[in-house]
């Protein structure tokens, strides 16, 4: 399991689809809003919460398409699918070198492009706590609609459609949670409510992703 995770954070590294295009992407997006809406500091605290999650959600899409995309060409998934690892756990190791290479860059990066979007110091510790608990989900949910879609040309859009409304739990629940630490009010409740959807997530996802690849390697 050591040496997939490994070889997959060198091919997203290699492949120009690392922690680097997501946080180009998360970074533009934080740039251009106050160009779109105005300057005015009231205005962008008050939906800093919103942009910031909305950039991290869109920026975990970029590289999603190239999750088994890769390993379909080349016959790899063939080989892991009878490999003694079993699917189930190889699709949650290439889950997590998604995060680790998209995920875990935009939650240490957050608080310094929130800072762009005048959003509240005190809300600051609630944003990297809801990003830290929030996007190993955006990456599960994102390998399904990847197993999905694996083999299928031009499957990047297909994939978006599918795993956009799979994402919304953990984008409501976790801008609540930064709102509700930006307004000084008790976040507790909507971070409970994301780490179940998380915690949900890594306990089925992976079943049900490795049951699209075997569906799409027949």
Known sequence: ?????????????????GFGLGLAFFLIVCTLVPFGVGPQA?????????????????????????????????????????????????????AAAHWIATGLPLVVAAPLFGML?????????????????????????GAFGAAITVGLRRGGLLLSLLVLPLYVPTLLFGAEAVRRGAAGMDAITPLVFQAA???????????????????NLR
């Open 42 to 94: 009231e205005m962008l605290s008050r939906i800093a919460p919103g942009i910031l999650w909305i950039g991290a959600l869109l920026a975990c899409l970029l590289s999603l398409d190239r999750l088994f995309a890769l390993d379909f060409e080349d016959g790899s998934l063939d080989l892991l699918a009878t490999a003694p690892l079993p699917l189930e756990g190889g699709v949650a190791v290439k």
């Open 1 to 17: 399991m050591i040496a997939l995770l490994m070889r997959d954070l060198r091919l997203a590294t290699r492949a120009g689809g």
């Open 117 to 141: 979007l005048h959003l509240p110091s005190q809300a600051v510790p609630y944003l990297l706590i809801s990003l830290l608990i929030g996007t190993p989900a955006l990456s599960m949910l």
């Open 197 to 215: 959807i998380t915690l949900l997530t890594l306990a089925l996802i992976p079943f049900a992703a490795a049951a699209a690849l075997r569906i």
